[in-house]
């Protein structure tokens, strides 16, 4: 069938043009709008917050004109608000180059040609992801402990780029080459799980930086605007998946990716090298605390094992949001599991569905922006993070109740709970996620956070995904079944989000804890 008439399959909502979205996020609005915010930072940082950083501040930027004062606002920020920039569009990037790898793989693992036509094939898969995820966060620990964390964040994006371009690669010349599908499944089946892994492991490293630069103040002023910077960039990048696809084809968007993740290597070492210069470096808390600490390490058989289980005891709240992540990944699992189910009933070609899930999610991100541009600043400077989790799983508790008394659960329908849970995710969860960290030690900041980022969020991935693989195979998952687990699965969710706040301090509390953290760390100099 041709394109076009899968094409118009698709619902009339998805199929806006990229012009559609430049429309939605004018540069009128958002560049003047972001450069306002990061200057609000920058005489943030200059109030005394970190007075041993250089400022370099021009005295007449009142009577500039509009475009030649943001060129000096840009020009004119503190090193740590540059850091965080670089970090930010590294993020960004690393996001909106994602949505390239997602869209293609996705499609060739769901393809008639070299893909898994069984029902229980993306259940399995995501099943297998948690022990790939494990095999990435061990590697990522050697090279925290050994090298730091701008080595461990410069040698992981190396990998990501060096994997997807060799995927891509030996993709194209299996088709090339006429080799048979199993080949072709097995290379597919590998990129898959690590398109699955390698997000995590590498934003939730941008995430930690970040947070551990600014503090909770800072983080609950500006976590929503540096979000939100990230979901333009992803919606004009999904946006265009559809019209680079006749172009570059699921092998050239694959490898796309990998343009994006140079830029990320380049700025996010940048990021570390201004941390390092004006001597604000994360690693700097941990340099001191390690060397305490690494003869234990060294002298026990299972120092990792045993490091990463004393954390979680020593610091609750990990555990608490280990738990929280458990319960939100198994709820996404089983959505996206009716969302691929019914989206290859209703679209058939590979490039058509490419097509679709790249609006798709070009419209999730277009929506966070708008929340975190418009909405989310605001509120959270009054609204603590408690109150936030704890409201947060409503909408997608009310939409999930509804589903399950529905007639007809159409791909539109499907489409949409999807889009409510995904947009909560992206624009409440990930900002208030890293917040939880902020009042923590380096340790749980990087080493709990990617257990938690990584292993956890995979883990609830694979365990649900196991589940619904044995309901499959007994014959007892249909859409409405998914409907009724996904109730169960977002009631959990709840919960366990209750149970989270109870560990969570006051903004005065994080903020109160995050300077007498500093304060410690210049004591020690």
């Not at 050239?252 to 990320?264: I, K, N, P, R």
Request: with cysteine; aromatic share 12%; charged share 15%.
């Amino acid at each position: 069938m041709l394109m076009a008439e899968q094409m118009s399959s698709i619902p009339s909502a998805l199929l806006l043009q990229p012009k559609s979205l430049l429309a939605a996020f004018p540069s009128a609005l958002i560049l003047p709008e972001l450069a306002h915010r990061i200057t609000q930072l920058n005489a943030h940082t200059e109030e005394g917050i970190d007075p041993k950083l250089p400022i370099k501040v021009t005295g007449g930027e009142q009577n500039q004109t509009k475009s030649d004062s943001m060129i000096n606002q840009l020009a004119n920020l503190t090193p740590r608000v540059r850091s965080v920039l670089h970090m930010t569009v590294a993020m960004a990037l690393h996001f909106g180059g994602y949505e390239f790898f997602r869209n293609s793989c996705l499609a060739l693992f769901t393809s008639s040609e070299y893909g898994f036509s069984s029902a229980a094939a993306f259940p399995m898969a995501n099943a297998m992801v948690s022990p790939f995820s494990l095999i990435l966060l061990l590697g990522y620990g050697q090279q925290l402990d050994a090298k730091g964390p701008r080595a461990a964040l410069r040698n992981t994006t190396i990998l990501s780029i060096v994997f997807i371009a060799f995927a891509s690669a030996s993709l194209h010349f299996c088709k090339a080459a006429g080799l048979p599908q199993m080949v072709g499944q097995a290379l597919i089946g590998v990129t898959f799980l690590f398109q699955n892994s390698y997000q995590y492991l590498l934003y939730s490293q941008y995430w930690s930086f970040v947070g551990s630069v600014l503090t909770p103040d800072e983080g609950s002023r500006w976590f929503a605007t540096l979000g939100g910077f990230s979901s333009v960039i992803c919606s004009l990048m999904g946006g265009c998946v559809p019209f680079l696809l006749p172009h570059t084809g699921l092998y050239g968007l694959m490898a796309s990716t990998c343009v994006a993740l140079v830029v990320c290597l380049l700025c996010s070492d940048r990021a570390y090298a201004l941390a390092q210069q004006h001597h604000f470096d994360p690693a700097e808390q941990i340099k001191k605390k390690s060397s305490k600490s690494s003869e234990e390490d060294a002298g026990s058989e299972n120092g990792r094992l045993g490091k990463a289980i004393g954390l979680f005891k020593r610091v609750p709240t990990l555990g608490a949001l280990f738990c929280e992540v458990l319960s939100w990944q198994s709820l996404n699992t089983i959505l996206g599991v009716a969302f691929i189910t019914a989206l290859k009933t209703n679209i058939a070609d590979d490039m058509a569905r490419s097509a679709y899930t790249g609006r798709f999610y070009s419209y999730i991100n277009g929506a966070s922006a708008l929340l975190q541009f418009l909405v989310l600043p605001t509120f959270m400077k009054y609204a603590e993070p408690k109150w936030i989790w704890r409201l947060m799983p409503v909408i997608p508790l009310v939409v999930c109740f509804l589903l399950m008394f529905q007639a007809d659960l159409s791909l539109t329908l499907l489409a949409t709970a999807m889009f409510l849970a995904k947009l909560m995710d992206y624009s409440i969860r990930t900002v208030v996620y890293v917040m939880v960290y902020q009042p923590l030690d380096f340790e749980s900041r990087y080493m709990g956070k990617e257990i938690i980022s990584v292993f956890g969020s995979r883990f609830g991935k694979s365990g649900m995904s196991l589940i619904l693989t044995g309901f499959t195979a007994l014959g007892f998952t249909s859409l409405r079944g998914l409907c009724r687990l996904s109730f169960g699965a977002v009631a959990l969710w709840q919960c366990s989000t209750i149970w989270l706040s109870g560990f969570l301090p006051t903004q005065k509390e994080a903020q109160a804890a995050a300077e007498e953290q500093r304060e410690e760390a210049k004591k020690t100099k």
